[in-house]
């Protein structure tokens, strides 16, 4: 499939930003070494394509050798794709290249940070190497000040060898009093000198300020900000699998990176594109609405998609035992809801189903009960039947079921009990668990199959919808047995987040190496969603989209005098080069009082007219990087495209008043006449399924004066190039197409 996705990876390898020259270059030392020795991928391409990629993060960073500096930087990957092995690779570099403390600020509930700290103890061999190269310090307090400062003494000390010299590992809870602990520690050391590198997990979440629009700074941001400004030397590393928050607060915020990184997954990894738009797959079911619990649909009893999902699940667990001898895991998971009530609904019903199911399957053969229930597993295992080549047979299966049903725990999570319960995934193969938030961001399902989740898109959010994607992942071995049951928005919300997510990441890949201060935010995204939560937001974003519809600039006049020379100099210059006439009907109507040019290629008047054009007012200017963002978009698809082009009234100068700054009214209206050719109005100056560009000369009058000849450009966007878009006037530069 020629998808959407794969045509800009194509480009954005062919026109990648240009290294900037003034990076360092990490070595690859012991450290990293024999990380990747322990870590023992057995895949020569993921191994380089992990460390190449942590190479270019950190020498991102500042340079260990410099005496203090600071940078932020964003690293975003896909859900469950391996963002904590980039981090652990990135600190194992640390250590190689003379970086004396790494910080890590983990997730905001403890089984999470939890999972996160055994992952990198475990990676770094914490608990099995002989050597003290790390000092490992967990929610360190000030009564650890010694130890540290010990650890950095080492780098001090000519007689102690390069590799006997210590790193401080400091991985924190990101909630304010850890947070603040962690700063009273650090204030008590002699930090001069000692580069340090700072990770932030899941970094859109809870660290970003919450109160940016009451003029306040949230707690743990406060916490964040004074973090870093009790490190002389440090780099500062936000890693999310949804950068939307970061990206889109305030350049001039300490926490809005100055270059991202986006990972790539490695070739066993399975996301929204072969979920949601590989349509051969059959891997997505829809929940009817009447299945969905809502306050007005009382749901009382097991939803027939809940049957036949957990039926789908057992089958798959019955194929494992039978193939697998139970090694690894199969999971499900039910997310009914963010609310815990809800949950023992689910959890009770899985228990019930599981329950009656082995009092069935343990009956006669002859037995109508069992009859009835494998005729319903029949239908099941021929949905697995389509997408699992070598499926063992289904009479093979119903001798594991029992045994499949019976050994499943079944469990819920959440923090009812006081404390979110954590997850023997070693005792037990199978698995189903029930649960909401605690299972949403950051939480990692062993061998996940099925997921069932009746709930709705929430508040819109689209970061927040995509962190519910557990289902994502390396399971390409078993995708085949994945099915993921969804309520139709959400469904589709999954599937207009995709385009949305990967066309982020093209434009991060696009604008590699240059200071991400200068780049245009605007990205695609359907208007039913907003990209992340308003209260970490200052900076207003303007939604919209453009199809058989006109842009058509509002305030043209409110740009410097230098900024309306510049234009006249592009669109003269663009225009001068163009053979164009005076002569052109409409319908019955012969309208010769414009000048026009058809069949220009629209790739060049993209380049040399459209992106050079400048608008200053912030509501034309972030509608006309969302109109530009369709456009090149379409154009990468298809550089072919022809547009025409109007110079309007032959580029004589219109005269339009305005007052008191407000809206221009571009358009000339149609002629007040009864006869059969009357001029039609400029609005239907235009071919309906090709791009159009009007050029218009102004003098406008405004109270106070006449601002003379400035240029304007309104632009019809037909049908075939619709998306929808937000665009946020950050003062960055405008969109270029690749050369």
């Not at 560009?693 to 632009?715: A, Y």
């Amino acid at each position: 499939m020629n998808s959407y996705s794969e045509t800009l990876e194509k480009t954005v390898n062919m026109t990648e930003a240009q290294e900037p020259k003034d990076l360092w270059s990490p070595v690859v030392g012991k450290e990293t070494k024999d990380l990747f020795e322990h870590l023992n991928l057995c895949d020569i391409e993921s191994e380089t394509r992990i460390l190449d990629e942590a190479i270019d993060i950190i020498k991102r960073c500042v340079s260990p050798k410099l005496a203090c500096g600071s940078k932020t930087g964003l690293v975003t990957g896909y859900v469950q794709s391996g963002k904590t092995m980039s981090f652990t690779t990135v600190t194992a570099l640390a250590c190689d290249n003379g970086y004396r403390m790494v910080i890590i600020i983990g997730g905001t509930k403890t089984n999470l940070f939890k999972q996160s700290n055994d992952r990198l103890k475990k990676d770094l061999r914490w608990d099995t190497r002989e050597d003290r190269r790390w000092k490992y310090f967990e929610n360190p307090r000030e009564n650890k000040r010694q130890n540290i400062q010990s650890s950095l003494d080492t780098w001090d000390d000519p007689s102690i060898l390069e590799d006997e010299k210590e790193i401080a590992l400091l991985t924190v809870m990101k909630q304010s009093d850890h947070l603040q602990h962690l700063n009273n520690l650090l204030r008590s050391l002699n930090l001069e000198g000692v580069p340090v590198l700072i990770i932030d997990d899941e970094a859109d979440q809870a660290g970003l300020n919450n109160k940016v629009n009451e003029g306040l700074m949230s707690t743990i941001y406060r916490n964040i900000i004074e973090l870093k400004q009790l490190l002389p030397h440090h780099s500062f590393l936000q890693y999310t699998a949804t950068p939307q928050a970061p990206l889109l607060i305030n350049i001039a915020d300490v926490l809005s990176p100055d270059f991202a990184e986006a990972l790539s997954p490695g070739a066993n990894y399975t996301g929204g594109k072969e979920f949601f738009l590989n349509n051969d797959l059959h891997l997505i079911k829809t929940i009817p609405s009447k299945e969905i619990p809502t306050k007005n649909n009382e749901v009382i009893e097991p939803p027939e998609t809940f049957l036949y999902a957990s039926m789908l699940f057992y089958l798959g667990v019955a194929a494992g035992y039978i193939q697998d001898k139970s090694r690894g895991n199969r999971s499900m998971m039910v997310h009914p809801s963010r609310n815990t009530a809800p949950h023992g609904e689910y959890f009770h019903w899985a228990r019930q189903i599981n329950n009656q199911w082995k009092k069935a399957l343990g009956k006669d053969i002859h037995e109508p009960e069992r009859i009835k229930l494998l005729e319903a597993f029949k239908i099941a295992y021929n949905d697995l039947v389509k997408t699992v080549p070598n499926l063992p047979s289904f009479k093979e299966l119903v001798e594991a079921l029992p045994r499949a049903i019976n050994q499943t725990n079944i469990q819920e999570i959440n923090a009812t009990g006081g404390k979110t319960p954590q997850i023997d995934w070693k005792n037990e193969y199978a698995h189903i668990l029930v649960g909401g938030q605690a299972m949403d961001r950051g939480f990692t399902i062993e061998g996940l199959t099925i997921t069932y989740m009746p709930r709705g898109a929430g508040v819109g959010n689209a970061d927040t919808l995509q962190q519910r994607a557990r289902f994502f992942g390396y399971k390409r071995s078993y995708l085949g047995y994945c099915r993921v049951f969804l309520e139709k928005d959400v469904k589709d919300a999954f599937i207009t987040y995709v385009e949305h997510e990967e066309n982020i990441r093209y434009q991060l890949k696009k604008y590699r190496g240059k200071p991400l201060s200068e780049w245009k935010r605007a990205f695609f995204l359907d208007n039913s969603l907003k990209p992340t939560r308003g209260n970490v937001l200052d900076l207003p974003l303007t939604a919209g989209g453009f199809s058989n519809d006109w842009y058509i600039p509002n305030y043209p006049y409110d740009s410097d005098e230098d900024t309306i020379i510049k234009n006249q100099e592009v669109v003269d210059t663009f225009w001068l080069q163009l053979s164009y006439t005076d002569e052109k009907i409409f319908g019955k109507v012969p309208v010769n009082k414009h000048f026009f040019a058809t069949d220009i290629s629209l790739l060049n008047t993209f380049e040399q007219l459209i992106i050079k054009f400048r608008t200053t007012h912030p509501n034309d200017s972030q509608r006309l990087t969302g109109l530009m963002l369709q456009v090149q978009s379409y154009l990468e698809e298809n550089p072919d495209e022809l547009c025409d082009i109007y110079l309007m009234d032959k580029g004589r100068k219109r005269l339009r008043s305005v007052k008191n700054m407000s809206r221009l009214n571009l358009f000339q209206g149609r002629a007040d006449s009864d006869v059969w050719d009357k001029y039609p109005g400029d609005r239907q100056i235009m071919i309906k399924d090709r791009l159009t560009i009007q050029i218009h000369k102004l003098n406008v009058e405004s109270e106070e004066k006449i601002i003379e000849n400035i240029p304007v450009i309104s632009i019809w966007v037909p049908r075939k190039m619709g998306n929808d878009w937000i665009s946020q006037n950050q003062g960055g530069l405008n969109l270029t197409m690749p050369s």
